[in-house]
């Protein structure tokens, strides 16, 4: 099951890089991505697509995703799979059905909330041309169950 949900957040990620929008000018106008993991801060970068989200109708459910870059090559991914409009949703492992995951990667590893002992949560306040929100999540690392990234304090503001 770890293998699919992986396969499906991988998938879904690929089609969010695919579809996603940013402002055409690079500037970032304003759009960011921020958060806390453990005790450094995270900001997505001001070059376009350093902060993006899509909404992608499935048919059956649409999927919501916001993520950012950071300039040294670190990411924060958020999906909430049967997204219904602004509210909170968990972030975490629910039973092997489909949950909302937080991803925060470096350039060596991954740590997602959907990993057994990771969990979280995002509120999203608004999305109509743009989404703005908080979040955060205990990621774990898949390949090193003891190892644990806490995102906190995020926030984010972004066009779709």
């Not at 005790?39 to 997505?44: G, Q, R």
């Not at 919501?64 to 949703?89: H, K, L, M, R, W």
């Not at 690392?141 to 984010?156: I, L, Q």
């Amino acid at each position: 099951m770890k293998k699919f949900r992986m396969l499906f957040l991988t998938l879904v990620f690929g089609i969010a890089l695919l579809n996603c929008s940013s402002s055409d000018d690079g500037s970032g106008d304003g759009e960011f991505i921020r958060a806390t993991v453990e005790t450094l801060s995270f900001e997505s970068s001001n070059s376009a697509n350093g902060a993006t989200a899509s909404k992608i109708d499935g048919g059956e459910f649409v999927t919501f995703i916001v993520q950012g870059f950071d300039e040294a090559g670190n990411s924060i991914v958020i999906v909430v799979p049967e997204y219904e409009g602004p509210g909170t949703y968990g972030l975490g492992n629910n039973n092997g059905s489909f949950s909302g995951s937080g991803l925060f990667a470096d350039l060596s590893s991954a740590w997602s909330s959907t990993n057994e002992g990771g969990t979280g949560s995002i509120t999203i306040l608004t999305d109509n041309e743009e989404t703005t929100g908080s979040f955060e999540f205990l990621g774990v690392d898949a390949n090193a169950p003891n190892s644990t990234k806490n995102v906190t304090s995020g926030s984010f503001r972004v066009r779709f």
